[in-house]
């Protein structure tokens, strides 16, 4: 009958009923069905290619004069973040500890040396994940990305070379983070010295709103370096000033003055993050005998993490640099005042670094006797297998040795 009705003007009938959307489109299909009489329902289902069960929706509405409301909402999968609420939060766990900054500090963007796969083996492994649980490898790059993480190498950074061990200092600087968190006795560091700072009319390569012109060459000799520490539980962030070389006795002095300033008393176990440098090596004498000498002072275990050799980048102290360069890029650091004014105007989470400059001239070159090393390396206690990546010093294991130098 409707077909017969509508002739030639069928299809912009039926196009215009599509066009309505929910109570509206189902009222009137049941208009259509009760006008047609015994068996609208299946015509109008066949000509709408709708259900019947629409209709019959629509003919309740029709009656009771109550639109129904939809919950589009409700419909179809709930996307993995939602059915897994600490998905997101147990991969952050996973792949910040074992991510790295950009190697040129061109960028903030963090870079992993992770895979889909091992970030799913790992969630299996440590978080209690069952694998049919998890969603897709693509679901979960896709997760990843959004975090701010870049599944891809840093060619530059590729390792020189990589040694047996380098699998074995990253988990254990993880296993010593997962320990540790959440102690109140804790005080966690990460510490590193960045390159040194030219003073001059030089440019760093970036861009400026004013008109300013560098210098044709960047030679000179007057510079700064700037040694870090981020304390790994608050986010705060320090950074020392000095006019010479960054030696041993310059990074232990900043390291006791943050212990000072920073800690509580509940306090009683230090951890440093570093990268194992020249200067701050476990292996270096007169860094450790420092070290050394804070721990019974002020009655301290210390621990020392290192990374592994060419892994430096994953310090991450080293994304403060990063924050760092990218605030005075294009900027010219032409005095020590405007270096630390740069400096200590930059933010990093939200709050500006505590920022010091000192003019102590330090000692290049010291070292400890033979005899006085030897004794220490009885009482300190190093890893079985990464000895040069994981020392532990306890204040009363080497008391009696410290006491002993100075008495001689």
Known sequence: ??????????????????????????????????AHGIGGQSMVAKLFNVGRDTIGKGQKELQSGFACEDAFCARGRKKTVVLLPNLTTDIIAIVDSQSQTDPDFKTTRLFTRLTVTEIRKQLIEQKGYQCDQLPTNQTLNTIVNDLGYQLKKVMKTKPLKRIDETDVIFLNVDDIKDEHKGKSNVMHISIDTKDRVKIGNFSRGGKNRLCVKANDHDFGTDYVTPFGILDVNTGHVELTFTKTKATADFMVDCIKAYW?????????????????????????????????????????????????????KYNPIERVWGCLEQHWNGAILDTHEAVLGYALSMTWKGKNPCVTFTDKVYETGVKVGKKIMAAYEEVIERKLGIEKWYVTIDPVRCK??????IKV
């Open 400 to 405: 009696g040795v410290f006491e002993m130098e």
């Open 1 to 34: 009958m409707i077909h017969a009705i509508l002739g030639k003007y069928k299809d912009i009938f039926i196009e215009s009923i599509l066009k309505l959307k929910g109570s509206e489109k189902r009222i009137t299909l049941a208009k259509i069905a009760e």
């Open 260 to 312: 000072l300033k920073n800690k509580n008393q509940s306090h009683d176990t230090l951890i440093i993050n570093a990268d194992n440098g020249p200067e701050n090596s476990s292996r270096r004498t007169q860094c450790m005998k420092r070290i050394i000498e804070f721990s019974v002072t002020y009655h301290v275990t210390v621990i020392l993490a290192y990374y592994p050799p060419y892994h430096s």
